[in-house]
């Protein structure tokens, strides 16, 4: 809402909600006014449309009213013999375009005045007005009178007609106020309350005196409006303390008014004048601030809204007296008048009124039953009494308002209590079911049809923090909880389902690598068998041939030996040399016909098998062979076992063969998922990287490393020159073929 402003220093703040305020500044650059500014009266300059905004004007009038007090409130208004307009000097000096500062100090109401100015229509306002660029006196200072005021009606006053125009208007003395240096009086007239401004001294010196007084007030009309510059409300700025005159007394003291009784205010009584004030009694049911308290009498309360502050408690019995106030009615707030301007006597204390046990569904039940068949709802429509009800607290949001969200069945309502009174109440979260104690106020359905107003709403006023109390609390599966424990449910489970296709992936690469494996082994078994039975041909080959012809070729030489015994001195010598040769090579020949033609193992256990190997290796051979065993012995398999003695094999006749060792030490390794065998001699060892090639016929260590990759396994070769050599050679085995009991731990075998 736009108002117009009023000068009193000390008390803007407060007349701001009653008073008429100028146009607010839209920041927007002035215009350079026309020369030769043009001498007019004030009427044609009130006719919309008729003047160009760029147009300065000169007028002359008397200021009727000045304010000057603050730089937020420099206004004036100046009436000639025709009409009147409001100057707004603050504006003046926000576009830059004033330049009389000087002149405008000097300017008192009462003046002859001249003004020089424009019409700004970037900034529109109720009615128009001049943004001045200059305003000075044009008479002697003691040169004051004001113009004559024209006698008006609250029906013309409240048109708006009336806005800068100084006028007369009598009303009845409803209320007062003191601001500063001036008092704001409330007048009732034709039904309709106003506001006037006025100076203290002469009949508004003592105000107590005033009240219920009927008096005409003199000045100037000035309006407040929306933003869309529509009409709100009048107010009277009175100049001058003579321009206050009572033209009636109060009818009687303040508590010598008519008394009617608390349930009857505001109904049918011909013989009662509204405009005066009338008494009443009842118990007090609320009260905050001092100045607002809540009566009850039976099924009927009503709101006081008192002149000056007044210490009363529930349960005092007081005697009020006071004006009806219809505007919450008249506005579709209330259902029932209320009292404003009141004075309060205590006449006792006892105890609150007994709150009546209601729900707010069945009070807007009666009241609607009363609406739709156009009665008074009985036994009474229950605002502004005191009422004990239950409801469960509602989506509790702690904005420092003191309201607190309520649902009682199908009612959505709220109470409020007072902010002294916060820190006293129980714990509340929504979903909490309390037992309340409180006044109601209705909001109601300004649209409703019908003779009675609906009511949509209601409000618990809470007298105390006893008033609140907790019946139950909710489940701790509330729903905002319940939404976080399926959040972490999702989430577990989301994670969960991540890990198992996690796991799932994991177990599908595993089984493929162990199906690889398993594939790898089989193909080593079946090379391994195919091995086997290319040795045992070969072996029969061997034997069937080789072996046969290198024995003739034997027995051929001993027959020459016989023969020419005496024939050369050195024949025998030499035949004797090849013999040796000759049966040595038979004997190697034989064993490894033995060698390929035999099955590994023939039914025995691995280190069994490795002790008859070493026992075969050991015949002839000066060099000491010690076999061991690590670990808890367990069956291993053919495949295995059978590449593993082929490697230990080949190992020892390298030792023998090419490193002239003392002693060779041959051990089977058993771990929880392999099986080894390891070689060692003391011989004359090589420095690892110039070990014999294949250029030179020996493919021993290459074979070793072969056979081991077929099996998955592994092979390694340590030796130092002078330090004897190690060959270890270890294979994975499943841990399905541990065995079922201990064996032993080590065996030995023979020299």
Not at 65 to 81: C, F, I
Not at 634 to 660: F, I, Q
Request: glycine content about 8%; proline content about 6%.
């Amino acid at each position: 809402m736009i108002k117009r402003r009023c000068p009193a220093a000390g008390w803007m703040a407060t007349l701001a909600a009653w008073t008429a305020v100028a146009s607010v500044a839209a920041g927007l650059p002035a215009k350079e006014p026309r020369s030769n500014p043009l001498r007019t009266s004030i009427k044609p300059l009130r006719a919309l449309g008729a003047w160009e905004s760029d147009q300065a004007v000169i007028v002359r009038g008397r200021a009727t009213w000045v304010s000057r007090d603050t730089p937020s409130t420099e206004y004036a208004a100046v009436q000639d013999e025709t009409a009147g307009i409001w100057i707004d000097v603050k504006r003046a000096k926000e576009l830059g375009t004033w330049q009389s500062e000087e002149e405008w100090r000097r300017v008192e109401p009462g003046m002859l005045v001249e003004v020089v100015g424009v019409r700004d229509r970037e900034v529109q306002t109720f009615a128009p007005q001049i943004i001045p660029i200059s305003i000075r006196p044009i008479a002697d200072a003691a040169d004051i009178a004001f113009p004559d005021a024209r006698a008006t009606t609250a029906d013309r006053l409240f048109s708006g007609a009336d806005d800068s125009q100084r006028i007369t208007i009598e009303g009845v003395v409803q209320g007062m106020g003191v601001f500063g240096s001036r008092r704001l009086l409330t007048l009732e007239a034709g039904g309709r309350h106003f506001r006037a401004v006025v100076p203290r001294g002469g009949a508004v010196a003592e105000p107590a005196d005033l009240v219920d007084a009927t008096v005409a007030v003199t000045g100037v009309a000035t309006t407040s409006y929306t933003t869309r510059g529509q009409f709100v409300t009048p107010m009277v700025i009175v100049a001058r303390a003579e321009d206050v005159t009572v033209t009636a007394l109060p009818p009687s003291a303040a508590f010598d008014a008519p008394e009617i009784p608390l349930t009857s205010l505001g109904r049918y009584l011909p013989d009662v004048d509204a405009r005066h004030r009338i008494r009443t009694r009842g118990t007090v049911s609320y009260a905050t601030g001092g100045r607002l308290c809540y009566l009850q009498s039976e099924a009927c309360g009503v709101r006081v809204e008192t002149i000056d502050a007044v210490d009363v408690r529930p349960g005092d019995a007081v005697e009020v007296t006071g004006f009806l106030d219809r505007e919450r009615v008249l506005a579709g707030l209330a259902q029932a008048a209320g009292i404003a301007g009141a004075a309060v006597r205590v006449l006792g204390h006892a105890a609150r009124p007994p709150a009546t046990v209601i729900q707010p569904e069945r009070i807007i039940e009666i009241n609607r039953a009363a609406q739709r068949a156009g009665r008074v709802a009985q036994p009474g429509d229950y605002d502004g009494c005191l009422i004990e009800c239950r409801a469960r607290v509602g989506d509790l949001r702690d904005d420092g308002s003191g309201v607190i969200p309520l649902v009682a069945g199908t009612v959505i309502l709220s109470a409020t209590v007072a902010d002294e009174m916060r820190p006293l109440l129980p714990p509340l979260e929504p979903g909490v079911e309390l037992l309340l104690r409180g006044v109601v106020r209705f909001e109601l359905d300004p649209a409703a049809a019908g003779s009675l107003p609906l009511v949509e709403r209601m409000t618990l006023l809470v007298p105390t923090a006893d008033d609140v109390v907790v019946v139950s609390r909710p489940s701790w599966w509330t729903p905002r909880r319940l939404l976080a424990a399926l959040s972490v449910l999702a989430a577990v489970l989301t994670v969960a389902m991540g890990w198992a296709m996690l796991l799932r992936r994991q177990v599908a690469v595993q089984s493929r690598r162990l199906a690889d494996e398993i594939t790898d082994r089989r193909r080593a078994e079946i090379e391994f068998e195919a091995t086997l039975q290319e040795r045992s041909r070969l072996a029969a080959n061997l034997h069937d041939t080789v072996l046969q012809t290198v024995t003739g070729i034997g027995l051929q030489l001993r027959s020459c030996e016989r023969a020419h015994e005496q024939a050369a001195m050195h024949a025998p010598e030499h035949l004797t040399v090849a013999q040796q040769m000759v049966g040595h090579a038979i004997d190697q020949l034989r064993g490894k016909v033995w060698t390929m033609r035999t099955t590994p193992l023939e039914g025995r256990t691995f280190p069994a098998a490795l002790e008859a190997l070493v026992s075969r290796l050991q015949a002839g051979q000066s060099t000491s062979i010690t076999v061991h065993i690590a670990g808890v012995e367990r069956p291993v398999p053919e495949l295995v076992s059978g590449n593993l003695l082929l490697l230990a094999e080949e190992a020892v006749h390298n030792a023998l063969r090419h490193a002239a060792a003392n002693s060779i030490d041959v051990m089977a390794v058993f771990h929880d998922e392999s099986v080894g065998v390891v070689v060692h001699d003391d011989g004359l060892g090589f420095e690892p990287g110039r070990e014999p090639q294949d250029s030179l016929g020996h493919f021993g260590l290459d074979g070793m490393r072969e056979r081991m990759e077929r099996l998955g396994g592994t092979v390694s070769i340590e030796s130092q020159p002078g330090e004897g050599t190690t060959v270890t050679a270890t294979v994975r085995t499943p841990s399905s073929e541990r065995p079922q009991s201990p064996m032993p731990v080590s065996r030995t075998g023979t020299e």
